[in-house]
């Protein structure tokens, strides 16, 4: 596959939370990173999501990374990560900086963290899709990035949730098309249906089929407040029968039509 790095947002507007300076993703590429450490006057998140590479601070932490790695640093922090000379790797990267995100104390910590479950990847590229029109959806887009960072502080692995139904919880998070069918994953699970329904619901406390449409209802939340979609894209976008569906779930969930969550 040839290299490809696809940006969704440079410079966007500065607004009294932050602002959003880059996001894209390289795709199966070798990223451009000076061998000596670098300082930004922003926060940086890489999200790696395929291949392997190394990262190395001012503080001596020199580690390898694999896939999962969530690598975050503070502003003016002396840092750099990337793979080997001739090896590639896939990952969705974002700088920002503002107030908002000082006010996260987890992101002062700097270095790769491998959350568990780790926050859904289709839910960032959602926020990130779509360069903000104005201030305003500027500024949700900020608050929907820091919510997603939020979930990137859980790194303790629950004791109550085993390794297999983490992983489907990553799957299904992703699946915000709902296009793979339930029992794919409880095959790669390695276990029935039923087993898997019943262990994802005792560990989790929803059934996989509401833990995944809670994610495309916030899914669909993101896409009414940063984009000018019609609900009929959105219900599209996100598997829903039409956008009459979508607006009966969206109530359901959020009391609130989708409509009226828009002018908000």
């Known amino acids: 596959m040839a290299e490809r790095t696809v940006i969704a947002i440079s410079d966007g507007p500065v607004t009294r939370l932050g602002q ?7 795709d199966d590429g070798e990223p451009i990173m000076p061998s000596t450490l670098r300082v930004l006057d922003a926060y940086v998140l890489s999200v790696l999501i395929d291949g392997e590479g190394n990262y190395r601070d001012a503080d001596g932490r020199n580690e390898r990374i694999r896939p999962g790695a969530h690598t975050i640093t503070p502003p003016r922090f002396p840092h750099t990560y990337g793979t080997d000379p001739g090896e590639r790797w896939t990952e969705l990267f974002v700088v920002f900086t503002g107030p908002l995100f000082d006010a996260l104390g987890h992101l002062a910590g700097a270095g790769p963290r491998y959350p568990v479950p780790a926050p859904s990847i289709e839910a960032l590229r959602t926020v990130l899709r779509s360069p903000p029109r ?8 900020l608050l929907a990035l820091a919510d997603w960072l939020i979930d990137t502080d859980d790194t303790v692995e629950s004791p109550d949730v085993s390794p297999e139904i983490m992983d489907a919880m990553g799957r299904l998070g992703d699946d915000l098309s709902a296009t793979t069918d339930l029992a794919t994953v409880a095959a790669a699970a390695g276990l029935s249906y039923d087993t898997f329904r019943r262990r994802f619901t005792a560990q989790v ?29 959105i219900a599209r976008t996100l598997g829903f029968a039409d956008e009459f ?3 009966r779930r969206f109530r359901a969930h959020f009391g609130v039509a989708p409509r009226n969550y828009r002018r908000t």
Not at 20 to 26: D, K, P, R
Not at 134 to 141: D, F, G, K, M
């Open 245 to 247: 569906h979508l607006s």
């Open 20 to 26: 959003l300076v880059l996001a894209g993703e390289l």
């Open 205 to 233: 406390g929803q059934t996989p089929a509401a833990f995944r449409n809670e994610h495309r209802l916030h899914a669909a939340a993101t896409l009414l407040r940063l984009t000018d979609l019609t609900h009929r894209e």
């Open 134 to 141: 104005n201030r305003r959806v500027a500024e949700h887009q």
